[in-house]
C-alpha cells in the first residue's frame, strides 16, 4: 500500500485516490453500514463515510501495518460519526424515528441476541452505548478492539455495552412510532418536477438553468467541485443501459431516484441529493457506485411507492 496522497482532490478524482478508493473497496458496505446504524440515515452515513475515506487517504502513510487497515478505517469514520452527532440538528434528525420511553433497568443486564433489529434501534442509545453495542453484537469485534475504537478502556466498553444491551431489552422490536418525515418543500417539489423531465429529456441546458453558477457537484468515488466543470450530464450519455430519474423518498427526504432498465423493469439503483438556495439548485450529491445505500434506508420510496420489493435489503 503506497500512496502519496495529494492535496484535497477537486474535479475528477486523480488516480491514486482511485487507486485507494479500489484497495480498500472491500470494507465499504461495511463501513457504510456503520455510519448509518450510528447517525441513523443512510445518506449522511454515505457522507461521513466518504469523508472518513479521503481522510484514511491523506493519512494512509501514518498506517504502520496493513494488517490493521479496517479497525483503522473504522476508527476514523467513528470518530466522524461522533463529530456529526455533537451537531444538535443532526442528532434530534437521528433520533427522531423513535419515541422517548421510559425504560426501566433490572438489578442484572438481561441477555440481548443479536440480529438485524439491533441495528435500527441502537439509535435510542447515546453515542457511545450505541457504537459499542453495533461494534460488538453487529461486527464482532473484540473488547480490547473496540476500546481501542472508541478511545475508551476495556472495563469502560463492558459497562457502556451492559447499559445499551439492558436498554435495548426493554425496547419494542420495532419502532413504536412512524418515522418522522419532515414536510415537503413546495419550492423544492416544483423546482424537482421540472428538473425531471428536462433531465428525462436529455435537455441539459435546461437543467444547467436551475442551477447557480457556483454549484456544487459531488459523485461518489468520482467527482468534487463545481457543476459546470463536470462532466456529469455527458456521463448519463454514455450510458449503456436505459434509464430515468424519477422523484422518490429515502428516509422522508425528497430526493431524486435513478433507475435502470433490466429484463423484468425499471430497478431502482441510487439516489440523488438536490439542495436549493434563494430559489435554485446550489448542490447535488449523486450517490453512483453505492449499491448498498438504498438497502441501508429504513425505508425508501419512488413514485410514492415502497421499492424495497426490487432491491434486495444488503447485510
Not at 475528477?12 to 441513523?40: I, N, P
Not at 441476541?113 to 453515542?127: D, K, M, N, S, T
Not at 478511545?151 to 418515522?179: C, E, H, M, Y
Request: hydrophobic share 40%; aromatic share 10%; charged share 25%.
Amino acid at each position: 500500500m503506497k500512496f502519496q496522497p495529494r492535496v484535497k482532490p477537486t474535479g475528477l478524482f486523480d488516480v491514486q485516490y482511485a487507486a485507494f478508493l479500489k484497495t480498500v473497496s472491500h470494507l465499504r458496505a461495511r463501513l457504510h453500514r456503520y455510519c448509518t446504524r450510528m447517525v441513523g440515515s443512510a445518506m449522511d452515513g454515505e457522507d461521513i463515510m466518504q469523508e472518513a475515506l479521503f481522510e484514511a487517504y491523506r493519512k494512509v502513510d501514518q498506517l504502520e501495518d496493513p494488517r490493521a487497515l479496517q479497525g483503522w478505517l473504522f476508527r476514523i469514520a467513528h470518530n466522524r460519526c461522533i463529530d456529526f452527532l455533537r451537531n444538535r440538528k443532526a442528532r434530534e434528525r437521528a433520533e427522531a424515528s423513535y419515541v422517548e420511553e421510559k425504560i426501566i433497568l433490572p438489578v442484572e443486564p438481561t441477555g440481548f441476541g443479536a440480529g438485524r433489529a439491533i441495528e435500527r434501534l441502537v439509535i435510542h442509545l447515546p453515542p457511545k452505548e450505541r457504537a459499542c453495542v453495533l461494534l460488538k453484537d453487529v461486527f464482532d469485534y473484540s473488547l480490547e478492539e473496540i476500546a481501542e475504537l472508541v478511545d475508551s478502556t476495556v472495563g469502560g466498553v463492558k459497562s457502556a455495552l451492559n447499559r445499551g444491551r439492558t436498554k435495548l431489552a426493554f425496547l419494542p422490536a420495532q419502532p413504536s412510532a412512524p418515522v418522522a418525515v419532515v414536510a415537503p418543500d413546495p419550492q423544492l417539489s416544483q423546482l424537482l418536477d421540472r428538473y425531471v423531465n428536462l433531465f428525462n429529456q436529455r435537455d441539459w441546458d435546461g437543467v444547467r438553468a436551475l442551477a447557480s453558477a457556483d454549484a456544487r457537484l459531488r459523485v461518489s468515488d468520482c467527482f468534487n467541485g463545481l457543476l459546470v466543470d463536470s462532466p456529469y450530464f455527458l456521463e448519463f450519455d454514455r450510458a449503456q443501459t436505459p434509464w430515468r430519474i424519477d422523484i422518490g423518498e429515502v428516509e422522508g427526504e425528497t430526493v431524486l431516484i435513478v433507475l435502470f432498465e433490466k429484463h423484468d423493469g425499471w430497478m431502482p439503483t441510487y439516489p440523488v441529493r438536490v439542495h436549493l438556495r434563494d430559489g435554485v439548485i446550489d448542490a447535488i450529491t449523486d450517490y453512483y457506485a453505492c449499491p448498498w445505500l438504498l438497502p441501508a434506508a429504513d425505508n425508501a420510496r419512488v413514485n410514492g411507492r415502497p421499492i424495497f420489493d426490487k432491491v434486495e435489503r444488503g447485510s
